[in-house]
């Protein structure tokens, strides 16, 4: 179908009233222009929509505290939990930016929504974000009995560079025969790593698309090189992985106008070839992020709604 007329009027309002693009001489320079829009635009000062309780906290790591903010949706726990990694190229976006995304998920899903703050580029490496990532799941399931979460039934998910953790995350589990995990929801990320020549939506789409352009792909790789914290190459692109059978259920939503689809849709193809329960969506008329703007439009808003139904499915007593 043609792109959302949301979107079109969404976008080209913003575009009118966004000044020329500037040019920056370092990828921090680059990095720290893009952190302070995305705070500008996305940030919790709302605090909507409200929900039972939220509190903020933080897992021990062997380099400082790692913040994490837990949504709860009452005091009749113990709920099923949803861990949820950000999205942002692995460089910008906070638990702050998806406060929105956590408290809606909260209410819709009536699961225990635990939103992880793990470092960004370029200060430290992809891998290291995926480090952070993992303990935070070892830090939900040992502590799940404080807040109110049942260990037992816990899902990861995350939209963009978040997708991709829950992947990597939800493929260290198996390997390391960690937490059980019953469900990962991968929203418009990557798994397989494929090139431009792989992938049609990416030809396609990169130089006509509202959010991702090859400029802030080119930052985001410039800012994530190099560097191996103890996370191997294969967990970067978990669809490259030879043996991908005794994975989550998955739900893989990946946008119509997305340059990032093909891969999202190859790496769910992948996990259903290897006998994984797979549910795929192609959300129609949407672009990369649309998830951030589930109040603005309709089938984001939908969309939320889909992830909450699947969530209750698998984790319904």
Known sequence: ????????????????????????????????????????????????????????????????????????????????????????????????????????????????????????????????CLVDSYMALDWVYDNAHTFGGDKTRIAVAGDSAGSMISASVALLARDRKGPKIGLQILIYGTGCGLSEEESESFRTLIDHNYVLNRGFMAVTEQAGRGGDAGVSEIYMNPGRCKDLSGMPKTFSLNAEYDPLRDDGEEYARRLKEAGNEVISWRVPGMMHGFLLLWEKFDTSAFAMQEIARVFKETFAK
């Open 1 to 128: 179908m043609p792109i959302d007329p949301q979107v079109i009027a969404h976008y080209e309002a913003k575009r009118a009233a966004t000044s020329t693009s500037q040019a920056f001489s370092t990828v921090e320079e680059a990095v720290a222009a893009l952190r302070a829009n995305a705070d500008e635009l996305y940030n919790d000062k709302r605090q909507f929509p409200p929900v039972f309780s939220v509190t903020d906290a933080s897992v021990p790591c062997f380099w400082g505290d790692m913040p994490i903010r837990i949504y709860s949706p009452g005091d009749k726990g113990p709920y099923p939990i949803l861990i949820y990694y950000h999205g942002g190229g692995f460089m910008i976006h906070n638990i702050a930016s998806h406060d929105g995304i956590c408290r809606k998920l909260c209410l819709e899903a009536e699961a225990t929504v635990v939103s992880v703050g793990y470092r960004l580029t370029p200060e430290v490496k992809v891998s290291d």
